[in-house]
């Protein structure tokens, strides 16, 4: 294939799920052959650094939010800057950005979540704006159905599994685990949204002995301290980690298509999860997790004994997780994949180039 210059576009480079896929297209697609470029629409983070280090040349517009009047003239900078011949933007500020830029190029959305943080006004601006994407791609079904019906979208799910996991040996070391010692994980911001809260709550109701300990930082960590959790703040290499764990939990009280679960199943984790969102198209109740509903501590609390109590139970949930993400192609390089076909597509039917 013919190398492309293809920008990618995103809010921050923080290490959230959206920005992690955006980090991991841009790898893969740079790897590949394709000109990279990332524009981060309000603030940069941590990814900038990983970003530069691959040769990806990164821009950080400051956009101070969906309304800024700024919007326009920054991002057609960003992408004449480029010179893309394609745009492909993640999360809903940089949706509206790319839809309002004066550029004749192909653009792309991948929609992440049904947007639930913006409001009335703010959610109309977003939803209109798609209608100037030539693509736009839900990650799961759940989200999809949060989206205007009138709206023409595709479902493509991305991936962020590549690389191999640590041993559990090593990434147990890494954390400063005993061999003996079993391990509940969580993986994600501190955001009210994300449940923390729920599983500080199950923290004392569990049975079994075990430790509890989540790799992430945000605003809710004061309210956390304190309440059983071991707070292991934000870490880059969180993904190689997860192999330290026994049980992987996701106690999210909405979720679109969560990447750290299947990153959990590509390390044979098994996982318990909320039946919310995007959460039961990943974790298959009974046969790669657990599912629970959603703030409930006392459901949370026994599934968590479960798995730790049973470790057959857990290892075969474990073995069948890693055998779906095979079997479904959840893997980065498909991912990757998949897009340099439809930027040529795009571009081929948009003729311009």
């Given at each position: 294939m013919k190398p492309l210059r293809i920008t990618l576009v995103t809010n921050g480079l923080g290490y959230g799920g959206a920005e992690r896929i955006v980090l991991e297209l841009a790898r893969g697609l740079s790897a590949a052959g394709d000109q990279l470029s990332v524009v981060a629409t309000t603030r940069g983070g941590p990814i900038e650094d990983e970003l530069r280090a691959c040769g990806i040349s990164v821009s950080i517009l400051g956009i101070r939010s969906a309304l800024d009047g700024r919007i326009p003239i920054l991002m057609a900078r960003a992408l004449d800057h480029f010179e893309a011949e394609i745009v492909h933007s993640h999360l809903a500020v940089s949706d509206i950005a790319v839809a309002l830029a004066p550029k004749r190029i192909p653009r792309v959305s991948t929609v992440h979540n049904p947007g639930v943080e913006l409001g009335g006004v703010r959610k109309r601006l977003w939803h209109l704006s798609l209608l100037r994407f030539q693509r736009v791609l839900a990650v799961g079904t759940v989200v999809r159905r949060a989206l205007p019906r009138w709206l023409p979208v595709s479902i493509d799910r991305p991936s962020l599994v590549d690389r191999e996991p640590l041993l559990r040996k090593e990434a147990r070391l890494a954390l400063g685990i005993e061999p003996d010692e079993r391990v509940v994980l969580g993986v994600g911001r501190?955001?009210?949204?994300?449940?923390?809260?729920?599983?500080?709550?199950?923290?004392?109701?569990?049975?079994?002995?075990?430790?509890?300990?989540?790799?992430?930082?945000?605003?809710?960590?004061?309210?956390?301290?304190?309440?059983?959790?071991?707070?292991?703040?934000?870490?880059?290499?969180?993904?190689?980690?997860?192999?330290?764990?026994?049980?992987?939990?996701?106690?999210?009280?909405?979720?679109?298509?969560?990447?750290?679960?299947?990153?959990?199943?590509?390390?044979?984790?098994?996982?318990?999860?909320?039946?919310?969102?995007?959460?039961?198209?990943?974790?298959?109740?009974?046969?790669?997790?657990?599912?629970?509903?959603?703030?409930?501590?006392?459901?949370?609390?026994?599934?968590?004994?479960?798995?730790?109590?049973?470790?057959?139970?857990?290892?075969?949930?474990?073995e069948g997780a890693r055998a779906r993400v095979i079997r479904e192609g959840l893997t980065a390089k498909a991912m990757v994949e998949r897009m340099r076909v439809l930027y040529r597509e795009l571009i081929s039917l948009h003729g311009t180039r």
């Amino acid at each position: 294939m013919k190398p492309l210059r293809i920008t990618l576009v995103t809010n921050g480079l923080g290490y959230g799920g959206a920005e992690r896929i955006v980090l991991e297209l841009a790898r893969g697609l740079s790897a590949a052959g394709d000109q990279l470029s990332v524009v981060a629409t309000t603030r940069g983070g941590p990814i900038e650094d990983e970003l530069r280090a691959c040769g990806i040349s990164v821009s950080i517009l400051g956009i101070r939010s969906a309304l800024d009047g700024r919007i326009p003239i920054l991002m057609a900078r960003a992408l004449d800057h480029f010179e893309a011949e394609i745009v492909h933007s993640h999360l809903a500020v940089s949706d509206i950005a790319v839809a309002l830029a004066p550029k004749r190029i192909p653009r792309v959305s991948t929609v992440h979540n049904p947007g639930v943080e913006l409001g009335g006004v703010r959610k109309r601006l977003w939803h209109l704006s798609l209608l100037r994407f030539q693509r736009v791609l839900a990650v799961g079904t759940v989200v999809r159905r949060a989206l205007p019906r009138w709206l023409p979208v595709s479902i493509d799910r991305p991936s962020l599994v590549d690389r191999e996991p640590l041993l559990r040996k090593e990434a147990r070391l890494a954390l400063g685990i005993e061999p003996d010692e079993r391990v509940v994980l969580g993986v994600g911001r501190l955001l009210p949204v994300k449940g923390f809260d729920v599983l500080a709550e199950a923290r004392p109701m569990m049975t079994t002995k075990a430790r509890v300990m989540v790799i992430g930082d945000g605003p809710e960590r004061g309210a956390l301290e304190g309440r059983g959790l071991e707070l292991l703040g934000s870490r880059g290499d969180a993904p190689a980690l997860l192999a330290a764990a026994d049980v992987l939990v996701c106690p999210s009280r909405s979720e679109g298509f969560p990447q750290v679960p299947i990153e959990a199943a590509w390390a044979r984790v098994p996982v318990v999860g909320t039946r919310v969102g995007g959460l039961p198209e990943v974790v298959v109740d009974g046969e790669t997790g657990l599912l629970v509903p959603a703030a409930d501590p006392i459901a949370l609390a026994a599934a968590i004994d479960r798995l730790v109590a049973d470790r057959a139970l857990a290892t075969r949930l474990g073995e069948g997780a890693r055998a779906r993400v095979i079997r479904e192609g959840l893997t980065a390089k498909a991912m990757v994949e998949r897009m340099r076909v439809l930027y040529r597509e795009l571009i081929s039917l948009h003729g311009t180039r």
